[in-house]
């Protein structure tokens, strides 16, 4: 073991301790990994910056618009309550009706946006037919995961190990690569949701909104607002940044991981993802509802677009119906054979799509830079120089050698199972994004070494990375609805344990069936 290899898994760890006791925003951390690489020469300039001209990066952020535009118009909402039954029905059967499609709709676009419109939607439809709001969030947060699996597009994990697949020099996903075996995992997942998540899942605990609606003034309506990473008084307490200041409305509680804090809030240090129960006036929504410090606000209304015309509506589910056919067909050997000169990839038609909704201002072209979530570009982009030095250093040959001995005459098999409870525990405590890039160069070196086909272990990757079912820090959509609903950290475990389960004996089973070593 050389210096340059202890010293990557030195700071792979302080890379680890940081994540998991936030010290600062995961892009951060992970961009100052790579400088660190730089400086010692295990990475050189053109490596470092290669992730930030990487085409599944770009993916992202162009996805991250396509999202925004459908969401602006109107066409997420208006889909979920046509889906929500009108009268009380079992919380099953209501399960059955908005889950699966839920999840058909995360398989090609962002989770985040499609959590923030139908959790408080789902949670005021629930209170208003008297079923427990608890019993359906996180089931939603479940099957955007589940959806995601589905596609290459599904979730940014996809598009991660995509980008470091073409790196590689091998021949990258399909549009439904992944889903051969996704389909499998999201149809196993809706049927446990369905018989055993109204038994593993709590009932509400935060206060009925109307209860606390009556105590506050007659000119302030209830507003619960979740914190984003840019809220500019993260990590200081309500006394050092005055809330009612800066954004004109009064704060009366704090949530936090399902417990409610009313006493001496001045005092409680305020993190990304906390609620806050807020008296706040009718401008209130209307003036920050588009703001990036809060990741939702909810009033007990609907939040209604800002154009509502059916024209925009149709062409924006028009253009995310051109990208996703587009993207599928271009795949396609005798398209590939006819125009050799131009990629029919989601890249080309994510790009086309982008433009068209900026121009058509189908989301607000001038303020594009809002949608955007830099962090998760900017932990995309350092990803691949942390695969990237893993491999210059030697460390992912090294692991590679001690899993092979580890399970030399159990074969490729027990490696692959090996590579998914790793990559699964490191998405569960840090991020997905960081998850795929410390497995992938692992992954990669194993198969060379064994002399075997990549792909199912590039696949593992990815189905384990998105599997982030037992804790609410492992994908975003997770802690939106810990928040919204209330929930304890072992809500999560209690439910989401079982799944990671489910999941990972699918993914070892089926992805050697479909994809040979």
């Known amino acids: 073991m050389n210096l340059e290899i202890i010293f990557v898994i030195a700071t792979l760890i302080c890379m680890v301790i940081a994540l998991i006791t936030n010290k600062l925003r995961p892009g951060m951390i992970l961009f100052s990994v790579i400088v660190l690489f730089l400086c010692t020469g295990i990475l050189s300039p053109s490596e470092m910056i290669d992730g930030f001209s990487n085409k599944g990066m770009i993916t992202v952020a162009m996805l991250f618009l396509v ?24 919380i099953t059967k209501a399960q059955m009706k908005m889950l699966p499609p839920i999840a058909f709709i995360s398989a090609f676009l962002n989770n985040t946006p499609v959590v923030v419109i139908f959790a408080p939607i789902v949670k005021r439809w629930a209170e208003r037919v008297k079923l427990p709001a608890t019993k359906f969030l ?106 009612t200041r800066h954004y004109g409305a009064i704060v009366k509680e704090i949530i936090r991981g399902g417990i409610r804090h009313t006493k001496d809030i001045d005092k409680i240090v305020l993190n990304a993802n906390d609620t806050l129960i807020l008296w706040a006036d009718d401008t209130f929504i209307p003036t920050w509802g588009e703001s990036s410090v809060f990741l939702m606000l909810a009033n007990g209304h609907d939040v209604k677009p800002t154009d509502t015309s059916n024209k925009k509506k149709y062409l924006a589910l028009g253009l995310l119906l051109f990208m996703i056919v587009g993207a599928t067909v271009g795949e396609l050997p005798m398209v590939k054979e006819a125009i050799p000169n131009v990629q029919f990839d989601m890249f080309f038609f994510v790009c086309i ?119 609410p820090i492992g994908y975003q959509t997770n802690l939106i609805v810990q928040s919204v609903g209330g929930y304890k950290f072992t809500d999560f475990v209690r439910i989401g344990l079982p799944l990671n389960i489910i999941t990972f004996i699918i993914s070892v089973t089926i992805i050697p069936l479909i994809w040979k070593f």
């Not at 535009?69 to 009268?87: D, H």
């Not at 439904?176 to 196993?188: D, L």
């Not at 433009?355 to 809002?370: C, D, H, R, V």
């Not at 830099?374 to 691949?384: G, K, N, R």
Request: a negative charge.
């Open 138 to 243: 996180i089931p939603i947060s479940f099957a955007t995961i589940l959806g995601g699996m589905c596609t290459l597009i599904g979730t940014s994990t996809n598009l991660v190990v995509h980008g470091m697949i073409l790196e590689a020099g091998y021949e990258g996903f399909s549009m439904f690569e992944i889903g051969k075996v996704g389909i499998f995992i999201a149809i196993a997942g809706m049927i446990y949701l369905f018989i055993f998540s109204n038994r593993l899942l709590p009932d509400n605990r935060i206060i009925d909104e109307n209860e606390d609606t009556e105590h506050s003034p007659a000119q302030f309506n209830r507003v619960e607002a979740i914190l984003g990473s840019r809220f500019p008084g993260i990590n200081h307490t309500l006394t050092e940044f005055n809330f």
């Open 353 to 471: 799509t982008t433009i068209i909704m900026a121009w058509t201002k189908i989301f607000p072209p001038k303020k594009y830079t809002k949608y955007i979530s830099w962090d998760i570009l900017i932990t995309i982009a350092c990803a691949f120089g942390i695969s990237k030095a893993m491999s210059n250093s030697g460390l992912a040959t090294l692991v590679a050698q001690y899993m092979i001995g580890l399970t030399d005459s159990l074969g490729p098999y027990a490696i692959l199972a090996v590579i998914y409870i790793v990559t699964n525990i490191a998405t569960e405590i840090i991020t997905n994004n960081a998850a795929a890039a410390l497995s992938f160069p692992i992954a990669l070196s194993v198969a060379t070494q064994l002399n075997v086909d990549p792909t199912p272990f590039f696949i593992t990757i990815c189905i384990a990375a998105s599997a982030s079912f037992s804790s």
């Open 67 to 90: 999202s925004e535009g459908i969401r602006q118009s109107g066409a997420l909402s208006e889909f979920i309550k046509k889906l929500l039954p009108e009268k009380k029905i079992s």
